[in-house]
C-alpha cells in the first residue's frame, strides 16, 4: 500500500517539472531573436515506482511523477556541417565578386574615357601628324596623347596594385581573426568538457560555439565536428586547427607587394600553419583573397604589361624606322616594357619620326603608325581580349555566387526552421505547461482536501 | 518529438528579407541602366557584348579619322584644283599673245612684241605664284619638300619627289598633291612651262618667228600637261568625297550598330521597370501581411 502522502509528491513534482518547463519556454521566447539561439526542449519523464521488487518496496503499480530528465538543445548536427560549407563557398563566391567588381571598375570599358578610347586617340593624332607633319602644335598634341595612354595603363596597373595591397593587409587582419575564433572555440570547449562531465547543461555555450565554428568557417572553410566528450574538432582541409583544448595558429607568409609577387610568384601569399610553417588548405573568405593575391591580380597585371610591351613594341618598330624633324632616325617613341615602366621616350616635338626619308615632309611613317589602328595582334587587340576574359570570368563568377547565395539561404532556412524559436509553437507550450501547472495545484488541493476529511473530520 | 516541417519566424523573416532584397537589387539595376541608358556598363554585363562596342568604338574612331583625313585631302586637292583651273586660263592667254606675235599684222613692230614679251614675262611670274600656292603652309606643288617653294625665282622646280597620301579608308590611300615637276615639267625638258615661256619673251623680243613656232608647239604640249592633271586631281577629288560619304555613311552604321549593342531599349526597360516595382510592392505588403499575425495576437 502507498504513502498517504504520496499524492502531494506526486503533486509537488509536477509543479517543479511545470515551472521548469514554462521557465525554459520564457527562454526560448526570450532568445527568439538572438541569432545562434537553438531552441530548447524539455525532457519530462514519468517517475516509476520501484522495478526491483524486495521486501520493503513494494508497489502499487502507480507511479511517483514527473522529473525532468533532460533539456534538449535542438540541433542537427547534419545540416550545421551542411550550413557551414555551404555559408564557406558563399563567402569565397561573394568575395571573388567584389574583387571583381573592382577589377571591372579599375578597367572601366566599355567607355568613352578608359584606355581602349585612349589607344584609339592616339592613333588618330599619329594620323593628324601625317595629314600636317611640319605642325608642331599637332606633334605635341600627339606626344601628350601618348602620355595620357601611359597614365592609363599606369593608373590601371597602380589600382591593381592597390586592391593587391588591400588584400594582403585584410588577409593579415583575417589571420589573426582567425586565430582569435580558434582560441575561443579551444577555450568554449574546455568549459563545455568540464561542465558536461560534471552534469551541468551546455546549452547557451555550445551556441556561442556553433556561432563561432560559423564564422570559422566563412571565413576559412572551415569543417568541424563534436566530439563524445562534447568538444568541437575544427579542420583545415584535414590538419586540425582546433581539436580538443588546444588551437593552432596560422599566419600569412610571402611578397608584400604586387611587384613580388609577379616577380617571383613561387615566394608569394600562402597561408600556413604558425607551428610547421606548411601550407594550409584554406577555403572561404581567406581563399578567395589568397586566389586573389596570387592569381587573379597578377594574371590582370601580367595581362597589362603584355598591352604595355605590345605597344611599346610595335610602335617602336614602325618609330625607328622614320626621322624626326631634325632628320634623324632612329628613336624611339617609348621606353620601358611593363605597365609601371611604361613612358612616352621624348618631348621634343621635332622628335616624332613621321617621316620614312630623311629631311622631308614625306609622312608615310606617321601614316604607317595610325594605321597600326586596325592591326591584327596589335595593343588594341591584346587589350580587347583582356577585357573579354575579365568580362567572362566575372561573368561566371556573378552567376555562381547567385546560384550559391539560392543555395545557401535554403540551407540556412533549413537550419533555422530545426533550431529556430516559433513563437506560436512557444506560446502553446506556455498555455500547456501553464494549465498542467494549475492542474497539478488542483490535484494538491484535492488531496490536502483529502486528508483534512481523514485527520479533522474522521472519528471526531 | 515529431519530425513535421516546421516554419519559424526567424525562417520566414530571412526569406522574406531575402527576397526583397532580390526584389530591391532587380529594381536598382533597371533604375541604373534607366539612368544611364547602357545596358553593358560593365564587361561581366555582356562580355561578347562588351567586346562588340569596343571593336566598334574602335572603328567608330578610325572611321572619323578617315572622314577628317578626307576632309584634309578635299582641301589639298581643292586648292590644287584652283591653282590648275588658273593655270590653265592663264596659259591660254600667253597662247593669244604668242599667236598675236606670231601675226605680222598686229605686232609688226619691236615695241609692240617687246610690249607682248612683257606682258608674258607677267603672266610667266604669275604663274610661278601659282605654282607656289600653299595649303596649310606647304607648297601644294612641292612634293614632300619641307621647304617654303616648289619652284625658285627662275622657274625652277625645287621640290622633290615624294608624295602626300592621305588614309581615307581601311587600306584606301590616295595621293592629294600633283607634282610640280609632273604637271609643269621636269627642269630642263623642252615642255618646261616656264622654260617655254622663258623662251616665248625671248624669241617674241628677238622675232624669231621660227623659234615661236616651237615654242607654241612645246606650250601645247605644256597645256596638255595641265589638263591631264587637272582631270587626274578632278578624279581623285571625286574618289575621296566618295570615300568620305562611304565613311560617314559607315560611322552612322557602326553607330546604330554601337547602340543596338549598348543601349537599353527603352520602353521595354520602363515596362520591365514597372512589373518590377509592382512585384516590389507586392512583396512589401505581403511581407506586412506575414509578419503581424500570430498565436500572442489571439490569446488574452
Known sequence: MASTFSGITTALSSLYAQRRALDVTGQNIANANTEGYTRQRVQMTSASGNTLPTMWSTSDGIGNGVSISDIRRTRDEFLEGRGREERANSAYLTNQKQQFVTIENTFAEPSDTALQHQLGELWGAFSDVANNPNDRAIRTALIQQGNTVVDGVRSAYDALGAQWKANRDQAEAYATEVNTLAKNIAQLNTTIQRATAAGLPVNEMADQRDVQLMKLSELTGSTASIQADGTAAVYLGGSGLVQGVTAREIRVTGADRLQNQTADPANGVAVRWADSGTAAQVGGTLASIQDTLTTTIPKYANSLDGVAANLANTVNALHTGGYGLDGAGGREFFTGTTAESLRVAFDNPDFVAASSTSGTFDAANADALADLATTAGGPGETYAVMIANLGVEAQSVDRRQAIQSVVTRDTDAARESFAGVNLDEEMTQLITYQRGYEAASRVLTAVDEMLDVLINRMAV | ?300
Open chain 2, 1 to 300: 518529438m515529431a519530425m513535421q516541417l516546421r516554419v519559424t519566424d526567424g525562417a520566414i523573416t530571412n526569406r522574406v528579407l531575402a527576397n526583397l532584397q532580390g526584389n530591391l537589387t532587380r529594381v536598382g539595376n533597371l533604375q541604373e541602366q534607366l539612368s544611364s541608358g547602357k545596358q553593358i556598363s560593365r564587361p561581366s554585363d555582356s562580355p561578347t557584348g562588351t567586346v562588340s562596342a569596343m571593336q566598334l568604338r574602335g572603328e567608330s574612331r578610325a572611321v572619323q579619322q578617315y572622314s577628317r583625313n578626307a576632309s584634309d585631302g578635299l582641301g589639298w586637292l581643292g586648292v590644287i584644283d584652283t591653282a590648275l583651273t588658273s593655270s590653265l586660263s592663264q596659259t591660254g592667254k600667253v597662247r593669244e599673245l604668242v599667236l598675236q606675235g606670231m601675226s605680222a599684222g598686229t605686232a609688226s613692230t619691236a615695241d609692240a612684241r617687246a610690249a607682248l614679251a612683257a606682258e608674258v614675262e607677267n603672266l610667266r611670274n604669275s604663274l610661278i605664284g601659282v605654282a607656289n600656292t600653299k595649303y596649310l603652309d606647304r607648297p601644294v606643288f612641292g612634293g614632300t619638300t619641307t621647304g617654303e617653294r616648289a619652284f625658285d625665282a627662275a622657274g625652277s622646280f625645287i621640290g622633290d619627289a615624294g608624295t602626300v597620301m592621305r588614309t581615307v579608308g581601311d587600306n584606301s590611300k590616295v595621293q592629294v598633291d600633283a607634282n610640280g615637276a609632273q604637271v609643269f615639267g621636269a627642269n630642263g625638258s623642252g615642255s618646261q612651262l616656264f622654260t617655254v615661256l622663258d623662251s616665248i619673251a625671248n624669241n617674241l623680243r628677238s622675232s624669231n618667228t621660227a623659234g615661236l613656232d616651237a615654242d607654241l608647239q612645246n606650250l601645247d604640249v605644256a597645256i596638255g600637261t595641265i589638263k591631264t592633271n587637272l582631270a587626274d586631281v578632278g578624279a581623285r577629288y571625286n574618289r575621296i568625297e566618295t570615300s568620305r560619304t562611304a565613311a560617314d555613311d559607315r560611322l552612322l552604321n557602326v553607330k546604330s550598330q554601337l547602340s543596338e549593342i549598348e543601349d537599353i531599349d527603352l520602353p521595354n526597360t520602363i515596362m520591365q521597370m514597372q512589373l518590377q516595382q509592382t512585384a516590389y510592392q507586392a512583396a512589401l505588403q505581403a511581407t506586412a501581411k506575414v509578419i503581424q499575425p500570430s498565436l500572442m495576437d489571439f490569446l488574452r
